[in-house]
């Protein structure tokens, strides 16, 4: 299930295809150790064609139907490796995160070029434990300009401003 992402519209898809193609062009886009390395460009290219006319939803399909990701990863515990499988809600995440990541970024920048001041966290999807850290952020105003650049400098990794808050967390961001 995609988030609902209140403010995906033409106009911000725009900003989202500026934000992907400055990753590309700092070769800085976020790929998933998970992405079986002779598909990263298809991957790529669905990205790119989810943000210009889907949302996460299709991509996480496009992901699993073109079978993208390894079938099992190196896991280690303590000083031991073993091979595990992937998650099967793997495309999942994957699709959510980075469309939701663009889809913040591609916001913040429209917010920034609309000289709109400040960004709003919401729930765009239900989730039946949130957690607590992510609870409470919902309501939180968020700066554009630290956001998109917190966004841009911590690909794959939990940013500084906690938004996104990690994998399922279900919240985004809208415009006042």
Same mark, same amino acid.
């Given at each position: 299930?995609?988030?609902?992402?209140?403010?995906?519209?033409?106009?911000?898809?725009?900003?989202?295809?500026?934000?992907?193609?400055?990753?590309?062009?700092?070769?800085?886009?976020?790929?998933?150790?998970?992405?079986?390395?002779?598909?990263?460009?298809?991957?790529?290219?669905?990205?790119?064609?989810?943000?210009?006319?889907?949302?996460?939803?299709?991509?996480?399909?496009?992901?699993?139907?073109?079978?993208? $990701?390894?079938?099992?990863? !190196?896991?280690?515990?303590?000083?031991? =490796?073993?091979? &595990? @499988?992937?998650?099967? /809600?793997?495309?999942?995440?994957?699709?959510?995160?980075?469309?939701?990541?663009?889809?913040?970024?591609?916001?913040? $920048?429209?917010?920034?070029? !609309?000289?709109?001041?400040?960004?709003? =966290?919401?729930? &765009? @999807?239900?989730?039946? /434990?949130?957690?607590?850290?992510?609870?409470?952020?919902?309501?939180?105003?968020?700066?554009?300009?630290?956001?998109?650049?917190?966004?841009?400098?911590?690909?794959?990794?939990?940013?500084?401003?906690?938004?996104?808050?990690?994998?399922?967390?279900?919240?985004?961001?809208?415009?006042?």
């Amino acid at each position: 299930m995609s988030l609902n992402y209140r403010n995906l519209n033409e106009k911000t898809r725009k900003f989202m295809l500026e934000e992907v193609q400055y990753d590309i062009s700092n070769n800085n886009i976020y790929i998933s150790s998970r992405i079986l390395k002779n598909r990263l460009q298809d991957y790529i290219e669905l990205l790119i064609q989810a943000i210009s006319e889907y949302e996460d939803g299709w991509l996480a399909n496009e992901i699993r139907n073109n079978q993208l $990701l390894k079938s099992q990863e !190196e896991r280690r515990r303590g000083e031991k =490796v073993f091979m &595990a @499988k992937v998650p099967v /809600n793997a495309a999942e995440m994957l699709a959510e995160g980075e469309f939701n990541r663009y889809y913040t970024r591609g916001l913040c $920048l429209r917010a920034l070029n !609309e000289d709109i001041k400040n960004v709003i =966290v919401y729930r &765009a @999807k239900q989730v039946l /434990n949130p957690r607590p850290e992510s609870e409470q952020m919902v309501n939180k105003k968020l700066n554009p300009e630290a956001l998109i650049q917190d966004l841009r400098t911590h690909q794959g990794v939990e940013p500084a401003l906690g938004l996104p808050p990690g994998p399922n967390s279900g919240l985004s961001i809208k415009l006042p």
